[in-house]
């Protein structure tokens, strides 16, 4: 097995993900963990030298569009209720935080 999963990596992993284990709850995550481990090393044994790399999962073709104004983005209507604007912008007053 490449890596064995220490009481410090597991109390590591636990700070990182905000958990709070208990000693039976380390025992259970720290061997569920070693077996992942124990299963990605038998995947590494395979030969996937000839094997082509996934981009998705599902086949995806042009997933892309033109963006193409239809009816406009209505901001006339939009700053006709502000209260104050410049151009085509709102104007707000600086917020100064101390």
């Known amino acids: 097995m490449a890596d064995k999963i ?3 990596t597991l109390e590591d992993i636990a700070i990182l ?3 709070e284990l208990s000693p039976e709850e380390k025992e259970t995550v720290g061997a569920d963990m070693e077996r ?3 299963y ?3 995947l590494n044994e ?3 030298e000839q094997v082509e790399p996934m981009p998705h999962l599902f086949p995806i073709v042009n997933v892309f569009r033109e963006d193409i104004v239809t009816n406009g983005d209505g901001h006339e209507d939009t700053l006709r209720n502000a209260p104050d ?3 085509r912008s709102f104007t707000v007053p600086k917020t100064i935080l101390s």
């Open 6 to 8: 220490t009481d410090e």
């Open 17 to 19: 993900a905000k958990l």
């Open 36 to 38: 992942t481990l124990r």
């Open 40 to 42: 990605m090393d038998r």
């Open 46 to 48: 395979l030969d996937t």
């Open 85 to 87: 604007k410049k151009e």
